[in-house]
């Protein structure tokens, strides 16, 4: 069921989805809910008012330490770096018109940890310099992706087939950058392999969150374009749709948003690929919408964090193998679940 509000005049018209609208409110307060309880419990419990009152900056030095350094920088990562990998999973997965086109399985992760490795093993690079490794490897992927599998146009299922190649090809060059390493960069890199938000900073906070303040606008402007890009090319220029330039913008937008993502916290598994599929089926709909998508990979993988922090408080785990646990389960059904569906 649709409504649509109108001004006076017709001069502008927004078509409102209830039920997209509801579960969208609802993983929202679902995350601040997860959020609250990240804030609030731990080795030192603070409740709920201090934190707020620490927010405010009110707070006792102790609390404000605790929140304000330690707590909130990691859980507002956690929530970017989720809502990325949501919006961009549900980019690729409805260009590609498959559930497996994620940044994750087509090779844009795996392009990003590549280059983010040879800045850590062959420059010895810090922060700043490890994250344009990353971005600059995701898009050098995207270029190697869309000039191999671009043919007149763009087939989902060829650009797939040649993401997990060039998947496999930079996992193949990672793994032999690390086995030629010395221990301790071989340690330092393997660690940032598995995707983590332990000892996360302000530092990591505002550069994901300005390059997301720019990246976004764009996928949503263009993203209202995705349901006639999925009736056909020959539809969409009939609806007056800018089929390559439309495109073009959406897939250089999720993988930049793939991109910052693993540069803040390293590759983390599975979220791209199931918070849109999730998110699918709450709405009803016929695709992923983006900003549900978003805000599951959000509530995916602050709950994820929080389950690690909690279950394991005396070895801090990295969230990373969180997912790839449930995204592992998550992929094994999502490819029986498609098989039983195509021999039906």
């Not at 850590?120 to 600059?136: E, K, P, S």
């Not at 439309?246 to 250089?252: A, E, K, Q």
């Not at 791209?272 to 549900?292: C, E, N």
């Not at 999502?334 to 569906?341: A, D, I, K, P, S």
Request: net charge positive.
């Amino acid at each position: 069921m649709k409504a649509v509000v109108r001004t006076r005049g017709d001069r502008i018209a927004l078509r409102l989805q209830p039920r997209m609208l509801t579960v969208c409110a609802a993983l929202a307060l679902t995350a601040a809910g997860v959020g609250a309880v990240t804030m609030t419990t731990g080795d030192y419990p603070v409740p709920l008012l201090d934190v707020l009152r620490a927010i405010a900056g009110q707070g006792p030095p102790g609390t404000d330490f605790i929140v304000m350094t330690l707590r909130m920088p990691r859980l507002l990562t956690g929530i970017l770096v989720g809502f990325a990998l949501g919006v961009s999973g549900a980019v690729m997965q409805r260009l590609s018109g498959n559930p497996l086109g994620s940044p994750d399985v087509i090779g844009f992760t795996n392009g990003s940890a590549a280059g983010a490795v040879v800045v850590i093993l062959l420059f010895d690079g810090g922060m700043y310099q490890v994250a344009a490794g990353a971005v600059g490897g995701g898009l050098g992927t995207l270029a190697l992706v869309y000039g191999i599998a671009f043919r007149r146009t763009l087939s989902g299922m060829r650009l797939i087939l040649i993401g997990i190649g060039l998947a496999a090809m930079f996992l193949a060059l990672t793994n032999y950058l690390i086995a030629r390493a010395s221990l301790d960069d071989a340690i330092a890199a393997q660690v940032w392999l598995i995707g983590s938000l332990n000892g996360r900073r302000w530092d990591h906070v505002r550069p994901l969150a300005l390059a997301m303040a720019v990246l976004l606008p764009f996928v949503l402007h263009y993203g209202r374009k995705l349901a006639m890009l999925e009736m056909g090319d020959d539809t969409a220029r009939a609806l007056g749709v800018p089929v390559a330039r439309t495109r073009g913008v959406l897939i250089l937008a999720a993988v930049a948003l793939s991109a910052v993502a693993t540069a803040a916290a390293g590759p983390i598994a599975f979220v791209a690929l199931a918070a849109p599929q999730l998110a699918r089926r709450l709405t009803r709909s016929a695709g992923p919408g983006l900003m549900a998508a978003g805000l599951m990979g959000a509530l995916l993988l602050a709950a994820c964090d929080l389950a690690t922090q909690r279950l394991f408080s005396t070895t801090p785990l990295p969230v990373g193998l969180a997912t790839s646990a449930v995204g592992g389960v998550y992929l094994a059904w999502l490819l029986t679940h498609e098989w039983r569906r195509i021999r039906a």
